[in-house]
């Protein structure tokens, strides 16, 4: 790889980084990692993320799914009971495992993981 074809850190987005023998390195943040092509996926394509649910199911944008054990919610006094159906999930990147971006009647917009809940 010569310099310009270097990617950026995962990390911190910093253009600097540098090769030191099969790892990359950051002079910014310190983040170290292997360059994979199959990351980038063919012709430097971003590869999608695919989201499954507690059975294995793909999840997609617009699903609805079920949850499937009781959760408990901060700052409430009951819980998510499990059977509630949730409609028109959004899949995103979250915090903690957390995938999956809705609103639940009753409770409003909130993040669940994927492996609480079902497809329908």
């Given at each position: ?9 995962p ?8 090769e030191?023998?099969a ?9 170290e ?10 012709a430097?394509a971003?590869?999608?993320r695919v ?6 199911n ?6 609805t ?7 408990k ?23 903690d ?8 009647e009753?409770?409003?917009a ?7 809940v079902?497809?329908?």
């Open positions: 790889m010569t310099e310009t074809d270097l990617p950026p850190c990390e911190c987005s910093s253009a600097y980084a540098y030191r023998g790892l990359l390195i950051c002079p910014e943040c310190g983040h990692w292997q360059p994979s092509a199959a990351a980038d996926g063919p430097g971003p590869q999608e989201i499954k649910d507690s059975v294995g793909v999840l997609s944008d617009g699903d799914v079920t949850v499937v054990k009781g959760l919610v901060k700052g409430s006094t009951s819980g998510i009971k499990a059977g509630t159906k949730v409609r028109n999930i959004r899949l995103v990147d979250g915090v495992g957390h995938d999956i971006d809705c609103k639940i009753g409770f409003g909130m993040q669940l993981k994927s492996s609480v079902r497809k329908v």
